[in-house]
């Protein structure tokens, strides 16, 4: 019995290209386009493709490209998570398995979306110096580009003032201008490169401006380039002011100061005229400038001597802390009221430091004479609080230095220069009642514990014996030890008008016994009784 077998074909049938492609409809940020598939392959090996397609027709158009895995957001966290096909609802694609698998035909809509990485990671910890340094990471902030700048512009002007002041003590010891050259050049150097960053920083700050940028990192990128620039700057200053000082012929004295302080002056001036920053410490150099020139020169022509030339500034300086607000109103433009007597024609006329309009003859354009509004006077205040700073700082100085100089542990009237150091500090620290900001009032307090350290100083180092060991060891611990009590009782306890009315009589008396005690030590009575 035969049986005949059916033919078999040795060749199957090869599948239709068409029947493994998929054409669907992708949306890519509002943007929809068609774009062919591979049916059975997984989903996830057409990903980086369409990423970059979607890139390309974006870029066509003109739309921002999609953000690769890992960026950053606006707040400069990393955002984990991956792209992915997604059905109208949301709903992820598989991406390991196909898009026939998953129900995907021809002229299907689906959407490539962002998809977070909502797992938790917790680090591996190897040992106890990973996880020393995982928990410094997180709570402590790293180094900045802007904070190594200005610790690196720090040490470079600490390095600069490092080296004027050797140039200056070679100088004292070696006549000649090999300090004062050398003194010259790194102040041109510095004001060269400090010329150049202002004007860097002038060109990013417009461009920020026009831009319109509310870019944080580029404005705190501007704003270390203006404090580098600044510092340079003002260390250029100083280094020109040493050059000048060094320049003159002869011993270091009088002239040498007179110089220095002309430039350090004009510095200080131009400072503030071109910049308006820094106006503290423009102000006290201003301050600081004239009562050396001053000095200097009075030195130089009538060839008086120190403790007159000590003694005077100290009551300079007493008169200037007294009348520091006047000056620093004088100087910040603050008009004053004007009270009329009652009964003149002028009474109820607009007050001459109310704003009023003025035609001004060039261009003609009406402009407001007097405080404009009410920003202008906030600002007048301001920068008067500024220059109150400022002067102060100044006459501190100078209080500290004229007591420096004139409580010689070797003078004949030793006891007088103390007494008047003492009267000089109780003073001023009863004047920094008169206050109500923190900073000016600490300055006063921090001058009179000052004066008493610095003179205590001086008899221990030239005297250098038991007595003036102990008792000035003592009074250095002493006084900011009363200090300290005084900064924890004084400022919870309430006080009677009587005694504040009590208190206050205490600083007119020491502000009034300062003047007998230095005309005693400029033999001012003695002069008058010769003479009479």
């Known amino acids: 019995m035969t049986a005949v077998q059916p033919q078999v074909s040795g060749v199957s049938a090869a599948p239709s290209p068409s029947a493994n492609r998929v054409q669907v409809a992708l949306m890519v940020a509002d943007v929809q386009f068609g774009v062919v598939l591979d049916a059975v392959a997984p989903v996830s090996r057409h990903m980086s493709a369409l990423v970059d397609l979607s890139n390309q027709r974006l870029d066509q158009i003109g739309r921002p490209k999609l953000q690769p895995a890992g960026a950053t957001d606006a707040t400069g966290k990393v955002v984990r998570g ?77 390095s600069v003032l490092v080296v004027l002041a050797m140039l200056a003590r070679w100088r004292y010891g070696h006549d000649g201008f090999v300090a004062a050259a050398a003194a010259a050049v790194i102040a041109l150097a510095l004001l060269v490169a400090a010329t150049v960053l202002a004007m860097r920083a002038g060109l990013t ?159 003609g354009r009406p402009v407001l004479e007097g405080p404009e509004s009410v920003q202008q006077v906030a600002l007048n205040t301001e920068r008067a609080r500024v220059y109150i700073t400022g002067m102060l700082m100044a006459f501190s100085i100078l209080l500290v230095i004229s007591c420096l100089g004139l409580c010689d542990p070797h003078s004949p009237r030793r006891w007088l220069m103390v007494v008047l150091a003492g009267v000089v500090a109780a003073a001023v620290l009863l004047h920094g009642r008169s ?35 102990l008792v000035g060891c003592g009074l250095i611990v002493a006084l900011p030890t009363l200090g300290l009590i005084a900064a924890v009782i004084v400022p919870r306890s309430t006080y009677t008008p009587v005694f504040e009315q009590f208190v206050e009589w205490i600083e007119y008396f020491l502000l009034a016994a300062v003047w007998p005690l230095a005309f005693e030590v400029m033999d001012v009575f003695a002069a008058i009784r010769y003479r009479s």
């Open 82 to 158: 991956r792209w992915a096909l997604c059905w109208v609802d949301g709903t992820m694609l598989r991406p390991s398995r196909s898009l026939a698998e998953q129900g995907v035909v021809d002229g299907t809509k689906l959407w490539l979306q962002f998809v977070d990485d909502t797992e938790s990671r917790t680090p591996v910890i190897e040992n106890v110096t990973t996880a020393a340094a995982t928990e410094l990471r997180r709570s402590r902030q790293k180094i900045t580009p802007e904070l190594a700048a200005r610790i690196g512009v720090g040490l470079l002007s600490t």
């Open 205 to 363: 700050r417009r461009a920020l401006i026009e831009e319109d940028s509310s870019d944080r990192h580029a404005w705190s990128e501007w704003q270390t380039e203006v404090a580098v620039a600044d510092t340079l700057r003002l260390t250029g200053c100083a280094a020109a002011a040493v050059a000048a000082a060094l320049v003159v012929p002869g011993p270091l004295g009088a002239p040498h100061g007179a110089l220095g302080a002309t430039v350090a002056l004009a510095a200080a001036g131009l400072t503030l005229r071109y910049t308006g920053r820094h106006l503290s410490l423009c102000t006290a150099v201003i301050v600081l400038g004239l009562a050396a020139l001053v000095t200097g020169a009075v030195r130089m022509l009538l060839v008086t001597s120190a403790p007159v030339l000590l003694a005077s500034v100290l009551l300079v300086s007493m008169v200037g802390m007294k009348i520091t607000p006047s000056l620093a109103r004088i100087a910040a433009k603050i008009r004053l009221p004007v009270m009329p007597p009652p009964g003149r024609p002028w009474v109820f006329e607009t007050r001459p430091y109310l704003p009023g309009e003025v035609v001004v003859v060039v261009g």
């Open 435 to 469: 206050y109500t900001d923190r900073w000016q009032s600490s300055i006063l307090a921090v001058t009179a514990v000052t004066i008493a350290v610095v003179v205590a100083l001086r008899y221990i180092v030239q005297l250098w014996s038991m007595p003036a060991l």
